[in-house]
Nanobody, 118 residues
Framework: QLVESGGGLVQAGGSLRLSCTASGRYTMGWFRQAPGKERAFVAGISVSTGTTEYADSVKGRFTVSRDNAKNTLYLQMNSLKPDDTAVYYC?????????????????WGQGIQVTVSS
């Protein structure tokens, strides 16, 4: 089970931090889905090495991290833009490598809204 928190409304240029608490230890990812668009990979982190990957659109602005002691995943989002507005989902997969492919993830959170106003 995955439970997200931390979404909300923020002005462009602002910051938000999303959290996702898992019931176990997995390689984790963040995805987002804007209205009328496909769910897309944002960032991910390996359960074993801590290796991270990012979508080009968020590199340099977003940081994914995890606290293994708390089984919690984070997404620090800075310099937010209106184009970042979406429902954000955390996801968990078995295996050690990060994947940007939706079907590689087994468990999904319920999603949390992030709205960036201009």
């Amino acid at each position: 089970q995955l439970v997200e928190s931390g979404g909300g409304l923020v002005q462009a240029g602002g910051s938000l931090r999303l959290s996702c608490t898992a019931s176990g230890r997995y390689t984790m990812g963040w995805f987002r889905q804007a209205p009328g668009k496909e769910r897309a990979f944002v960032a991910g982190i390996s359960v074993s090495t801590g290796t991270t990957e990012y979508a080009d659109s968020v590199k340099g602005r977003f940081t994914v991290s995890r606290d293994n002691a708390k089984n919690t995943l984070y997404l620090q989002m800075n310099s937010l833009k209106p184009d970042d507005t979406a429902v954000y989902y955390c996801a968990a997969r078995f295996g050690y490598s990060v994947s940007s492919t939706r079907r590689d993830y087994t468990y999904w959170g319920q999603g949390i809204q992030v709205t960036v106003s201009s």
